[in-house]
């Protein structure tokens, strides 16, 4: 009895405390079998192996305690069922994104299936009968009619542009009479006439709610075909004009504040001592009527710059040193202004209309006018030849714009202005056709000093 008190020296004793030496003996057999079972299921290779027996608890987990330095199996289903969470939670959330995807297909396949209702004859409007064009919601399920109200912009801005084309080709043909060119004129006249009617009768059948979409392709096709051919003979009439008129009787237009439109002078400024730039200008723009133009040379991009920037007041750039000019020209109409300098003292002289209002020294004294650079028309140069801000853009009409390297006497300037005298090209710089590339939408007109001012 005292011997089975002892401490058994064999692993696996405390199992085996209690109970026949029969029962003890298969108890350890049954340890052995569960050991290696347990290994099997875990899948582990351990090559040459050894059992090794411990001493469990009646009531512990045999397969963990089989396993020494494994860690525990409580921690291992832990970490298994983390994960299946995990699993199972980034499924769900798939699910959902699935769900989303097909909501959005859905709600897609929805506004085309209307929009192509809407054009068929004899479907009803989805804004109601009572709902005037352009003030439905613009959601998915409720489709207004903004497509229709642009198209309407679009045209009366064409014919806007054909019939501004047309005055030019008039003033032209009131200078070259012949009864050709009024017979053409009077045939455009009444065709942009007609349009005109056309797309009045267009709005008003909106506004009234009797619009009917199954002629608006018909109309559409009809108008956008007359424009087309009305586009055609005034730009053959133009042609014909451009070739017949002097190389200086024309205008630049920049009727947008954009990044993009403008023109080039194709020569550089040489080097200059002093200078005079002179041209005519017309704009309203608001706030500042922008740059009309901008010269840049490596290393300094405000060599020499005209801008009305905001509400600030026009100011000249040289060497980006500045002087403001007391121009008042933001009326929307033709003004002819002169700016002369001289790099002694830097003194600068400002005219409009042929009289001087303004004067200073001390603007960039000593500074000549660098060359090799990029003279721009209509932009602000903020690197070479590049880098326009569309707020500083200059919006309006420009034209005669001259560059003489000395300066210009107060009568000579005021020749110009009031065409007393046959009008001087620049020394420097001469307003011509062929040396001016323009970009971005810009356009040239028909434009002769004092004859068709305001």
Not at 292 to 311: C, D, H, R, T
Not at 372 to 384: I, Y
Request: aromatic share 6%; charged share 20%.
């Amino acid at each position: 009895r005292r011997s089975r008190s002892r401490p058994d020296p064999s692993p696996g004793s405390a199992a085996m405390a209690a109970g026949s030496p029969g029962s003890r003996l298969l108890l350890l057999v049954l340890l052995l079998l569960l050991s290696l079972l347990c290994l099997r299921g875990r899948g582990q290779s351990f090559g040459q192996t050894r059992f090794i027996c411990t001493s469990v608890p009646l009531d512990g987990d045999m397969c963990a305690a089989s396993a020494p330095g494994t860690g525990s199996a409580e921690e291992l289903k832990s970490t298994v069922l983390q994960l299946r969470e995990t699993v199972l939670q980034q499924k769900e959330t798939i699910m959902n994104q699935k769900e989303t995807i097909r909501e959005l297909t859905a709600k897609l396949g929805r506004c085309e299936s209307q929009s192509v209702l809407e054009a068929l004859p004899g479907e009803p409007k989805g804004g109601g009968s009572g709902r005037k064009p352009g003030f439905s919601k613009n959601t998915m399920g409720d489709l207004s009619r903004a497509p229709a109200a642009e198209t309407l912009s679009q045209l009366g801005q064409t014919l806007q542009s054909l019939k501004t084309r047309l005055e030019n080709l008039e003033q032209f043909s009131r200078m070259n009479s012949s009864s050709q060119t009024n017979n053409l004129k009077d045939i455009l006249q009444n065709k942009i006439d007609d349009l005109e009617k056309q797309v009045l009768s267009r709005v008003n059948s909106l506004e009234e709610g009797k619009f009917n979409p199954k002629n608006e392709s018909e109309e559409r096709g009809k108008i956008e075909s007359t424009l087309t051919s009305l586009h055609q003979r005034i730009s053959d009439l133009e042609k014909g004009q451009k070739d017949n008129r002097p190389p200086d009787r024309f205008q630049l237009t920049f009727p947008l504040r954009t990044n993009y439109m403008y023109a080039k002078v194709k020569k550089s400024l040489p080097e200059m001592y002093a200078f005079s730039v002179c041209m005519w200008m017309k704009s309203n723009a608001s706030p500042g009527m922008g740059t009309p133009f901008s010269y840049a040379v490596p290393g300094q991009a405000n060599e020499l710059v005209l801008i009305e920037w905001g509400n600030n007041p026009m100011e000249i750039l040289i060497n980006d040193k500045v002087a403001k000019l007391p121009f008042v020209i933001n009326d929307g109409k033709w003004h002819h202004i002169c700016v002369t300098w001289t790099t002694r003292d830097g003194v600068w002289e400002a005219y409009q209309d042929g009289t001087q209002t303004g004067s200073g020294e001390n603007l960039a004294p000593y500074h000549p006018i660098k060359p090799q650079g990029v003279l721009v028309l209509g932009q602000e140069q903020d690197t070479l030849g590049g880098g326009f801000d569309a707020t500083q853009a200059f919006v309006g009409e420009l034209a005669h714009f001259n560059v003489w390297d000395r300066k210009l006497s107060p009568g000579e300037v005021y020749g110009l202005a009031t065409c007393s005298t046959r009008a001087q090209s620049g020394n420097v710089i001469a307003w011509a056709e062929a040396n001016i590339d323009i970009y971005g939408g810009a356009t040239k007109w028909t434009f002769e000093a004092c004859r068709q001012l305001n």
